[in-house]
Antibody, heavy 117, light 108 residues
Framework: QVQLVQSGAEVKTPGASVRVSCKGS????????MNWVRQGAGQGLEWMGW????????VYAQKFQDRVTMTRDTSTSTAYLELNSLTSEDTAIYYC??????????WGQGTLVTVSS | SYALTQPPSVSVSPGQTARIACSGD??????TYWHQQKSGQAPVLVIF???ERLSGIPERFSGSSSGTTVTLTIEGVQAEDEADYYC???????????FGGGTKLTVL
C-alpha cells in the first residue's frame, strides 16, 4: 500500500533553514507528483507547492516563492522541502501529499517544525 | 489570490444530516476534493472529483456541485464523524491548489 514517511520533528531558531523529507513506498515514485501542505496550530491547511517527481518541474505558491525549494532523490524515492529565513510564523506541521490519479491526495504523517529563539 | 469559502462551524445531532458548503468562482470548471481531519491526525481524502467517494469511505458521505458552490453531505451523522472538513480545488488556470478555511463539524 502507498506509504509516505516523513522525517522527525525539528526545532529551529529564527533566520535558520529547515529541510523536511518524505519517503514514498508502495508505488512507483516518479509516476506521481508530490505536494507540500502546512498547518499552523489551530489553523487550516495551506498549500505550498508541488513538484513533478519525474522531471523535477516545480510550482510554488506565490506566498512562498522566494524562500522555498522542493527537490527529490529518485534513487531513494524521497522528496524534500526546504524553507529558508524562518520566523515564528513558520511554526507548523508540514505534510507531504502524493498527487495521485484523478487528483487524489495521499498524505504523509506530518512533521512538526518549531521556530523559536 | 483565489479563495475558497467555508462556514467555520456546523453542528448537528447524531442521526441528522450535516451539509458543509464550499464556494469559489472557479468551481464550475475545477473539481473539488474533500478532506476529513480528526483531532491530532493527518487529513484523509473522503470525496474526489466533486462527487466520487473514496474506497472505504462510508456511504453516508456524498458530494454535490451546483454552480460556484459544492457541498459535502453526511447523512445519519455519527459521533465518529466529528472532525474538521476542508474543501480543495484549483484556481481558474489549473496551476495552483487552494484549500478552504475548514469547517469544524460538531456532533451534539
Amino acid at each position: 500500500q502507498v506509504q509516505l514517511v516523513q522525517s522527525g520533528a525539528e526545532v529551529k531558531t529564527p533566520g535558520a533553514s529547515v529541510r523536511v523529507s518524505c519517503k514514498g513506498s508502495g508505488y512507483t515514485f516518479t509516476r506521481y507528483d508530490m505536494n507540500w501542505v502546512r498547518q499552523g496550530a489551530g489553523q487550516g491547511l495551506e498549500w505550498m507547492g508541488w513538484m513533478n517527481t519525474d522531471t523535477g518541474y516545480r510550482v510554488y505558491a506565490q506566498k512562498f516563492q522566494d524562500r522555498v525549494t522542493m527537490t527529490r532523490d529518485t534513487s531513494t524515492s524521497t522528496a524534500y522541502l526546504e524553507l529558508n529565513s524562518l520566523t515564528s510564523e513558520d511554526t507548523a506541521i508540514y505534510y507531504c501529499a502524493r498527487g495521485g490519479d484523478e487528483g487524489k491526495f495521499d498524505w504523509g504523517q506530518g512533521t512538526l517544525v518549531t521556530v523559536s529563539s | 489570490s483565489y479563495a475558497l469559502t467555508q462556514p467555520p462551524s456546523v453542528s448537528v445531532s447524531p442521526g441528522q444530516t450535516a451539509r458543509i458548503a464550499c464556494s469559489g468562482d472557479a468551481l464550475p470548471k475545477q473539481y473539488t476534493y474533500w478532506h476529513q481531519q480528526k483531532s491530532g491526525q493527518a487529513p484523509v481524502l473522503v470525496i474526489f472529483k466533486d462527487t466520487e467517494r473514496l474506497s472505504g469511505i462510508p456511504e453516508r458521505f456524498s458530494g454535490s456541485s451546483s454552480g460556484t458552490t459544492v457541498t459535502l453531505t453526511i447523512e445519519g451523522v455519527q459521533a465518529e464523524d466529528e472532525a474538521d472538513y476542508y474543501c480543495q480545488s484549483r484556481d481558474s488556470s489549473g496551476t495552483y491548489w487552494v484549500f478552504g478555511g475548514g469547517t469544524k463539524l460538531t456532533v451534539l
